[in-house]
């Protein structure tokens, strides 16, 4: 099992960056594919990006394709999503997510175990 704990998240201006970052505890988090979702009030959950097992192979949703970046360190167990010309459209609370059925589990929510509590990320215009 795996707790994940997200950070980062915070108030922005409309074309600013902001970088979210998931902690994973446990020692076998390279066992465990990732992915980043958002939800805003009032609308479904949303994927936002993946990343495989070791890292080498990540996708992200075509809104996000440019602007964002997620990249893993698993000698600390950290998954990071670099979010840059942020949008106010990107307003949403951003939850990590991590199974182990999967070497790469995409956009496929069910393909997640464990989820965190998400941190909010709000763009002004």
């Known amino acids: 099992q795996v707790q994940l704990v997200e950070s980062g998240g915070g108030l922005v201006q409309a074309g600013g960056s902001l970088r979210l970052s998931c902690a994973a505890s446990?020692?076998?988090?390279?066992?465990?594919?990732v992915g980043w979702f958002r939800q805003a009030p009032g609308k479904e959950r949303e994927f936002v990006a993946a990343?495989?097992?070791?890292?080498?192979?990540?996708g992200y949703a075509d809104s996000m394709k440019g602007r964002f970046t997620i990249s893993r360190d698993n000698a600390k167990n950290t998954v990071d999503l670099q979010m840059n010309s942020l949008k106010p459209e990107d307003t949403a609370v951003y939850h990590c997510?991590?199974?182990?059925?999967?070497?790469?589990?995409?956009?496929?929510?069910?393909?997640?175990?464990?989820w965190g509590q998400g941190t909010q990320v709000t763009v002004s215009s």
């Open positions: 446990g020692r076998t988090f390279n066992n465990y594919a």
């Open positions: 997510a991590a199974g182990t059925k999967f070497l790469y589990s995409g956009s496929y929510d069910s393909r997640y175990d464990y």
């Open positions: 990343i495989s097992r070791g890292g080498g192979s990540t």
